[in-house]
């Protein structure tokens, strides 16, 4: 069975400054993959970003990067610049190569301080 | 264009009462997949479709609980003879096809039970 930990209940940045939020897995799968989600007040859930756990670069998408170490079974998100839009639950998520079913954390609440 | 929708957005039913709760996915996606999400915890696994027929329900926490999609596109999760602890935020998610692409989530619906 795979499990999502994810240590920080709450996390606050000031706009503009960057953020880091942790998350640490564990699974004896070989092909895996990773994502983080963004679940704002009253709003759905989005995907932030994705890494294929076989590529050993980290992934990026504009302001958001990860730094995924795999032996250590860790995969953090490091929001740059943050905005106040940035502003939600993050949730960090994994699922085996070839089985559908995401297995979550239990979330990062982010606050943005103006 | 359309995203996952769910309907209703809240329910309130009494202990001991079946519920229905519908997903309408985005057209075309062929994966469907339903999570329940307790308040302050992440979502969590019931049960997934590829197309019509439940590829994986492992995550139906008994036989109260069952979900149908009988033409491959909507899909109704039913709760008979309800009780406190179902109370919670159940998400649909849809995707285009299996294989770890991106899941796309509705708004949930908040079920509660008195």
């Known amino acids: 069975a795979q499990t999502v930990t994810q240590s920080q209940p709450e996390m606050s940045v000031q706009e503009a400054e960057t953020v880091t939020l942790s998350c640490t897995y564990d699974?004896?799968?070989?092909?895996?993959?990773l994502f983080w989600y963004k679940q704002p007040p009253s709003r759905q859930m989005i995907l932030v970003i994705r890494?294929?756990?076989?590529?050993?670069q980290n992934a990026t998408e504009n302001r958001f990067s990860v730094n995924f170490q795999k032996a250590a079974k860790s995969f953090s998100l490091k929001i740059s610049d943050s905005q106040l839009g940035d502003a939600a639950m993050y949730f960090c998520?994994?699922?085996?190569?070839?089985?559908?079913?995401?297995?979550f954390g239990t979330g990062t609440r982010l606050t943005i301080i103006p | 264009g359309a995203g996952v929708s769910q309907t209703p957005s809240n329910k309130v039913t009494e202990k001991g009462k079946y519920v229905e709760l519908r997903c309408d996915p985005i057209?075309?996606?062929?994966?469907l997949y339903w999570y329940r999400q307790s308040l302050g915890q992440g979502p969590e696994f019931l049960i997934y479709?590829?197309?019509?027929?439940?590829?994986?329900d492992s995550g139906l926490p008994n036989d109260r609980f069952f979900a149908v999609r009988p033409e491959g596109s909507v899909s109704t999760l039913k709760i008979q003879r309800t009780e406190r602890g179902d109370s919670a935020m159940y998400l649909c998610?849809?995707?285009?096809?299996?294989?770890?692409?991106?899941?796309?989530f509705g708004p949930g619906t908040r079920l509660t039970v008195l």
């Open positions: 998610a849809s995707s285009l096809t299996s294989g770890n692409n991106e899941q796309f």
């Open positions: 699974t004896s799968e070989s092909d895996y993959y």
């Open positions: 890494q294929e756990a076989y590529k050993q």
């Open positions: 998520a994994t699922t085996n190569f070839g089985n559908e079913k995401l297995t």
């Open positions: 057209s075309g996606h062929t994966a």
């Open positions: 479709f590829q197309g019509t027929g439940a590829a994986d």
